[in-house]
């Protein structure tokens, strides 16, 4: 399918979704959002895919929500359009991994959709930040929530009522992101990390992001249970005794998704 504002490769089962707007580094309209939307969707539909990338350029993963879209809107149009909140939640639908793979500047909206994919790694020239305070607004798409998950309140804070930009060091120490590398080697190694995910069962991982993200959202005991109820569901699979039986007879496991 082609898009616009989108590049997307599929290969080693691994789906890379490369957001593609230079002129004006990725910021995120109404058009980039549809199609990415859109891609999410296919990639999840789509057999082939046992994990997603989503990136941008050297220069920008995203600045942004689009300010140039944005800027002579009203609110009666945003609130009775539910604006960016389809494209949320067709983000949030998808059950596959999603890696963001970050590279320059993740800004407002930019960062908000790095932190809904379910680990950032990171080009050692990335810059974070939520600067929606210059603009006269809030972040939109979970920037106060999630990036006070990620790093803690102080931090949260700082950067949303500031609007200063954390380098990637400062993110990994933060817990931000996952890992730092090399700008040149960043997909390189988003891909090995992919490959690594798409070569277990697909069930077993699919559990994982469902286990994490719930921790996201209740209480430890209710968490801990949901974990529990997991760990013993995955014994009614194939590839639990696969992966058991592989590594008593010191062989890689088959897994076959059943
Ligand atoms: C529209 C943008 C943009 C954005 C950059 N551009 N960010 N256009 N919306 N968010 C455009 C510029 O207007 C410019 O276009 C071109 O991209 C290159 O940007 P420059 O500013 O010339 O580049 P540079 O000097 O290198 O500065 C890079 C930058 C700066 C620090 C990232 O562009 C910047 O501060 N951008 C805005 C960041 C921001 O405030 N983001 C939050 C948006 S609000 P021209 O045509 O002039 O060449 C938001 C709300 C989220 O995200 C709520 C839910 C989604």
């Known amino acids: 399918m082609g898009y616009e504002t989108l590049n997307v490769d599929v290969s080693n089962h691994v789906a890379t979704i490369r957001l593609d707007r230079p002129e004006a580094l990725n910021a995120l309209n109404s058009k980039l959002l ?3 939307a859109k891609a999410m969707k296919s990639s999840q539909e789509n057999e082939k895919v046992r994990c997603i990338i989503l990136t941008g350029s050297e220069k920008a993963f995203a600045a942004g929500a689009d300010i140039r879209e944005m800027h002579e809107k009203s609110f009666v149009e945003v609130f009775m359009g539910d604006l960016f909140g389809p494209e949320v939640e067709a983000m949030l639908r998808v059950r596959k991994p999603i890696i963001a793979a970050v590279s320059g500047y993740a800004l407002g909206g930019g960062c908000e959709l790095a932190m809904m994919c379910d680990f950032i790694i990171a ?3 990335a810059k974070f930040g939520q600067p929606e305070v ?3 607004v809030v972040a939109g798409i979970g920037g106060t929530q999630r990036l006070t998950r990620a790093v803690g309140k ?3 804070m700082d950067m949303h009522l500031t609007g200063r930009f954390m380098d990637a060091e ?3 120490r933060a817990g931000l992101v996952s890992r730092v590398v090399p700008a040149k080697k960043l997909m390189d ?3 090995a990390a992919a490959t690594r995910i798409a070569e277990k069962s697909m069930i077993t991982v699919t559990a994982i992001k469902e286990a994490v993200n719930r921790s996201q959202e209740v209480g430890l005991s209710e968490g801990l249970l949901f974990e529990k109820r997991l760990f013993h569901a995955l014994f009614a699979t194939e590839d639990q005794s696969e992966g058991m039986a592989a590594f008593i007879e010191k062989r890689e ?3 076959r998704d059943r």
């Open 34 to 36: 549809g199609e990415l």
């Open 123 to 125: 080009a050692d020239n």
């Open 134 to 136: 210059n603009l006269g």
């Open 154 to 156: 102080a931090k949260s």
């Open 170 to 172: 400062e993110a990994e």
């Open 189 to 191: 190694e988003a891909m």
């Open 253 to 255: 496991p088959q897994f």
